[in-house]
Every structure is written in structure tokens, then in C-alpha cells.
């Protein structure tokens, strides 16, 4: 049957309507009932082994668009709701955001699936079904509040299966339920799965922001992502999560082994795990258990399991790698004790170096004794990757480099992607439009095509198209944020833009400051080249206390700002509420300006700079994460690049510590922009002591260094104001950039991942 009978016959079915009377959530789920039987009736990607990536998030965003263009639909669907008085696009407004994880390392995985379904590679994600996801943030006297987001509603993306398993805590036996969201291939005629896993019965939102009672278990297990692990009982359920996640992720992998008909003994011959990040290590002495459980020896089981395992490491930051008690384990999953100890015995046997220990002994520094997450999945496991080129370097020279001696052929890098069938076709039809014109749509199968957009270099009226283009983005953005946040943006204005999650490393505050020496210059009567416009969006960890109060700094300027006449023409501050990947892709192709000012070396990658310069944006950025290959590929016209180098960040954090914020904060130029913080004019929008407190943090400590760099900030990221004002010179650098951010697609990320660890095909 053609789309549109099939489309009217589902609307007649449960709404006894045509598709033109159907409002528009009625018409949203015509269409997620037609995708949901389009991706059944596709087979499952075959190969020699297959992949399961397992994931503490999935940051999926909405599905309906996606699904749609992965199925081939997206244009006659998008007619045929035209033709029945709707559109596509306020249609999608209606479905829910899936909230089922946080930032880059969720985002990644969710990119993975999309690319792994498009290439026809069988890899299928293993993860949690948290109820009310990460938490929805909300704005009150300047300061983020944190609420449920309750996003699952009875018509959704999730699939019943009716597989259920049982995870053998300490405290009993709790099932574990499987949903699955179907991942329909582009380019192929695959559907792929994720694999989500919940309780029997969880637990209504509660009532109280996202407070709850942590040691009611098990009906609060899958509640939150991250839920606030500053008690114990929040770090306990953490790993009750964990722990639930990989013993029905390995039941089901081994259940799917054993109905292929396949036997355990030769496990790794037809399984590959991906572990992102150490919240699912748990898995190796998981599975070595099931295998021992089914009749292979310790030594058989361990060489199993290593051979399918590899690890990813997506942080070097120390407070970011997971060390838990062993105690804790016990208390959870007593069953898996006895082999870690086995595990850390082998490991000590062939190597005297305490530092690479799984089991870390109650000491001076600890008063427990602690596993390390990330040295048993190094161990155990066959590939150990870092996410950008510079990432794995300083894996390799110094965080891990007792490791790298013992494993050199083990580390490997693979560069982070994203897939462009959301980040450029999907959240910004106008230039993927243009791009057609231009290069025929080869690009979108093949995104090294867009390389050859570098023959229009000197074309003015293309240049003119993509400032046309950018331009009709940044309307369409204020339109939106004015419909929804009620603020309006002067879409002449340069739209300069930093999204990502909030962290001291990420620099938030030194953009912060900039807007400060830009406030007080306007003052001053030193006008800017053109308006500005500073977007922020970003949610801050609930107990982290600073990026809460960098925050409360944003949304005080934000005020102060609107507030003053002189300035307001000339800047605007905003803090978008609510940073999603909704939010992400209006944002995005909006953006002249793209802030990547991480302290180098503490960006593993970055992916939001790889989704900015997708579309048309320049990098402003330290030569941090993927920064460093994006500047290679565009050349230092057409990015600017500022700060002290990782290699110098290195030395600095010595041991012993050699940096100091003082002699900075003490510069004539740094001084006054630090000090208004504690200005009578900032604390008549914010809170004096939440302001004085990160005035305290940034000049007794500023331990990611933004005084170091600010000065060099300003510099930058004032002529790249200045050069913004050069049109066509301007929309060079924005075509240079598109044109080189091919290599950055995912689909290239996952071939490599299959070619160098999984071999699946
Ligand atoms: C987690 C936590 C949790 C506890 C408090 C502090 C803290 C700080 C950082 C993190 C990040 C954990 C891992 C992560 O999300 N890494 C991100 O992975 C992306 C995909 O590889 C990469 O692009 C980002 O650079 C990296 O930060």
C-alpha cells in the first residue's frame, strides 16, 4: 500500500477519521504507528559476530524526523501531511523528547546506532529505561531547579518484547523487563535495536523536585540517570543500576548466542561488546560468571570475555573515573566479588606496579578498598580507545601510560563523529537544500562529498546563499525562542553560542567574562563592530555546586543586561532553559560563532564542534579534543584558535601544582572583570554570596585555569567579532568549514571502529 492509504487507513482505524480531521497528535501518532510497522517488516543486520554497545545513556532525541528520512520517507510524508492541511514540522513539536541521557557520551551512542544501522552492521545497544530521565531544569531567581521529566507516554517508541530476565542482587532476585526501540537504517534495509531494561513496577515521579527515597529499591531503580550521588545511598544506587543493566544485558547476549545455535565455549567468535565509558565494566565479570555458570573453565572464561571486550575512555578527568568500593559491590552484587579478586589476583601476579591495580588496598588515600572501574576494563579487555587524536596521545603519555608499556598494541584511536542525517539534513533543511543545489545530493550517502563544495570558493552568489541561509536560521531561532521562552534575538545581530553540559573545564565562566568586559565597554562608550548575541545552554549536575552558581552568574547578566537601554541595543545575554537535543538542533544551524574553550587537554573530543562547523559555524576554541583536528582540516583562516596548549596544561598541573590564578587576577586587564562579580550593580540581579562564592573559587583556585587564558580569549574571539563583519569574507570561512566536516561523520567513526575492533562483517 502507498504511505498516504496507509497513513489515512490507520487515521480511519483508531480515530475513525481521515488524516485531515486527525489534530495534531493524532496525526504524530498515525505516524509513529506507520514508522514502528515500516522498521518491522525490515530484517535485523547480519554478520560473523555481532556488537552490543552498552551504555549507561542514550541520548537519543526525537525519533519521528529521523526515522522517517532512515526509511526513506521524510519528503513524501512531509507532502503528504501538507496535502491534508498539516505540517511535518508541528507535528513533530508534539512528540516527546526521550530523556535517557546527558551529554556528549550519551549523544555519541545514540549517533553510533544511526550509523551502525545505516552501514548494515549488526549492533544493537543495551542500556536502562529511565523514567524520568536526566531531570528537567528550570529557572527561579536566577538559579537552576530541578524537576522529573516524566517523558514516557502510553504511545511510544517502545517496543514490549516480553523477554524479561532476573538480576540476582544481595537483596534477592528483581526482573528485569526489555523494551526495544527500533534504529531503521539510512542506506540500508536494516532495523537494529536498543535494548532498554526496566523494573517490574517502578515508582511515580516525585513529589518533590527529584527528590526521593534512594534506599527504596527496587521500584526507584530506573527513576533517574545520575541520580545526586553526593550520599551514599545515591552512590549505591548507582551501582544497583549499573549492576541491573549488565546482568540483563549479558543474559540477553548470551540468550541471543544460544538461540543462533551458537555455543558458549566459542563465544567471542560471534560476540563483540562495546563498554562507553566504565559505568557498564561491570559487565566482564558478568559475563565470565554466565560462562562459568555454563561449564567453561576460569582461564576459557576470562580469554572469552577479553577477546570480545573493548573499552572506551571518554574522560581523563580524575573525579570522572570510577573507583567504587569493593564494599559496595558486595552489598549489591556479592556474586561478582570473588571475581574480581581473581581478576586483581592475575593481575598482580604478572605485574608488580601498584598503579595498575584493579583492587586498590583501604590506604592513606582511601579508607576502603576500592576497584577500578577502568584498569579491570583495560585488562580485560582486547582494544582500549580514546574519542580524538590528541585524546588518546595523553592517554598513551600520561594518564594511562603505565598501561600503554604493558598493552602498546591495545590503544587505538578513534576520532568521535556525528551522524549528519540529524545534525545537517534533519536540523537544517535549508542548507542541506542548498548543498543539493550546489553538489547534487551524492553528499548525503557519501558526506566526503562535501568536499567539493571547496570549488565555490570564489562563487558570491553562492557565498550570498549561505549567508541568506544562515541568516533565515537565526530568525527561525528567535521566532521560536520568543514563542517558547518569551525572548526575542536581533537576528542581525552575531549569534555566538556555547551549548553543552556545565562544567568548570568547559569554561562557561570565562565566556562569562567576556560578556562582562563587553558590558563595561559599552559603558565605557566603546561600542562593539556589530550587535552580539551570547547564547548559554546547559544543565549543571544538581549537587555540583560552582557550575550551579556560573549559572546563576549567566542569568544575572542575562537580567542586568536586559535591564540597562545603553547596552541592550549593542548585547544580549542568553541562558536557553531547558538544553536538549531539541534545543541543540535550532540552535545549531543558527550559529555564527561556536564556543569550544575548553582548558586544553581536559576535552576528550567534543562532538557539539563537530555539529557547529557541520553547519556553517566558526570554531572559536582552545587546541583541545577534536579542536585540534578541526583546525588542521580548515586551516587557521578559517578558525580561531587561542590558549595555552595541553602540553603546557600538562606541566602546570605538575605534581606539584604550579599554577596560581593570583598573578593573573592581579593583570589590569582581568582584574576588573573578575571583581564585578562582588559589583553592587550584579548583585542587584544575583545573590551576593553565591556570586562571592565563585568570585572566591576563581581567584583563590580556578583550577581549569580560565584566568590563564582570558586575556588570549578576549583577543580572539574580539577579531573573530571584527571579521564577522567582512560578509563574503565571512562566508568563506563558513563554506570551508562545511566543506571539511565529511571526515566528522559518524558513519566514517563506526567503519573504523568495525575495521580496527569489532570485525563484524
Ligand atoms: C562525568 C562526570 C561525572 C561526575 C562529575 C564530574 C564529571 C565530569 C565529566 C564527566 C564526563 C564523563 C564522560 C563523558 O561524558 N565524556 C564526554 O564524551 C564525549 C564523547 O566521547 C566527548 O566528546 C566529550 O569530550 C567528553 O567530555
Known sequence: MEIKQRLEHIAQTHYHQGLSQCDRKQVYHCLLRLTQELCATRPAATGTRKLYYFSAEFLLGKLLANNLLALGIYQETSRILTE??????????????????????????????????????????????????????????????????????????????????????ASGQV???????????????????????????????????????KTDLPAHLTAFLYPDDSDEAGRLLRVYQQYFMVSAGAQLVLKELEESGASPDHFSNHVAIQINDTHPSMVIPELIRLLTARGLS?????????????????????????????????????????????LDRRVKETHSDPKVAILMPAGAQNSQELVHMAHMDIHYSASVNGVAALHTEILKSSELKPFYLIYPDKFNNKTNGITLRRWLEVCNPRLAALLDDCLGQGWRQDPMELQALLRFEQDSALLDRLLAVKRDNKAALSLT?????????????????????????????????????????????????????????????????????????VLSLQQLIDRDPQVRPWLQVVM???????????????????????????????????????????????????????????GSDNIYTFGAASSQVIELYGPPMHYHPDPYYQRPNVKPLVDFLLSPALSSAGDPNALRELWNEMTGKDWFMALLDVEAY?????????????????AKKMLVNIAHSGYFSSDRTVAEYNRDIWHLT
Open 576 to 634: 536557553l532553559e531547558n538544553y536538549n537535543v531539541t534545543w541543540a538542533e535550532r540552535l545549531i544551524p543558527a550559529c555564527d560563532i561556536s564556543e569550544q574553550i575548553s582548558l586544553a587537554s581536559k576535552e576528550a573530543s567534543g562532538t557539539g564542534n563537530m555539529k557547529f562547523m557541520a553547519n556553517g559555524a566558526v570554531t572559536l576554541g582552545t587546541l583541545d579534543g577534536a579542536n585540534v583536528e578541526i583546525a588542521q582540516l580548515v
Open 481 to 553: 525562542l520568543t514563542q517558547e521562552q518569551g525572548v526575542a534575538l536581533d537576528a542581525e545581530s552575531v549569534f555566538d553560542i556555547q551549548a553543552k553540559r556545565l562544567h568548570e573545564y568547559k569554561r562557561q565562566q570565562m565566556n562569562a567574562l567576556y560578556v562582562i568586559r563587553k558590558y563595561l565597554d559599552i559603558k565605557e562608550g566603546r561600542l562593539p563592530p556589530q550587535p552580539i548575541t551570547v547564547i548559554f545552554g546547559g544543565k549543571a549536575a544538581p549537587a555540583y555546586r560552582m557550575a550551579k552558581h556560573i549559572i546563576h552568574l
Open 84 to 169: 491534508a492541511g498539516h505540517t511535518l514540522a508541528l507535528v513533530e513539536e508534539t512528540e516527546p523528547e526521550p530523556s535517557l541521557g546527558n551529554g556528549g557520551l550519551g549523544r555519541l551512542a545514540a549517533c553510533f546506532l544511526d550509523s551502525a544501522a545505516a552501514l548494515g552492521l549488526p549492533v544493537d545497544g543495551v542500556g536502562l529505561l529511565y523514567h524520568y530521565g536526566l531531570f528537567q531544569q528550570k529557572f527561579q531567581q536566577n538559579k537552576q531547579t530541578e524537576y522529573p521529566n516524566p517523558w514516557i507516554q502510553d504511545e511510544s517508541w517502545l517496543l514490549p518484547t516480553g523477554t524479561v530476565f532476573s538480576v540476582p542482587f
Open 298 to 342: 576460569m582461564e576459557q572464561a576470562i580469554y572469552q570475555v577479553s577477546r570480545a571486550c573493548a573499552y572506551t575512555n571518554h574522560t581523563i578527568l580524575a573525579e570522572a573515573l570510577e573507583k567504587w568500593p569493593l564494599d559496595f559491590i558486595q552489598r549489591v552484587a556479592p556474586v561478582l566479588v570473588p571475581i574480581i579478586r581473581e
Open 714 to 730: 578576549i583577543a580572539a574571539r574580539d577579531r573573530a567579532i571584527d571579521d564577522y563583519g567582512h560578509r563574503a569574507a565571512w
Open 175 to 213: 526482573k528485569a523487563i526489555l523494551w526495544d526501540v527500533a534504529v531503521p537504517g539510512a542506506h540500508s534495509n536494516v532495523t537494529n535495536r536498543l535494548h532498554l531494561f526496566d523494573v517490574e513496577t517502578p515508582a511515580p515521579p516525585p513529589s518533590h523536585g527529584i527528590h526521593f527515597d
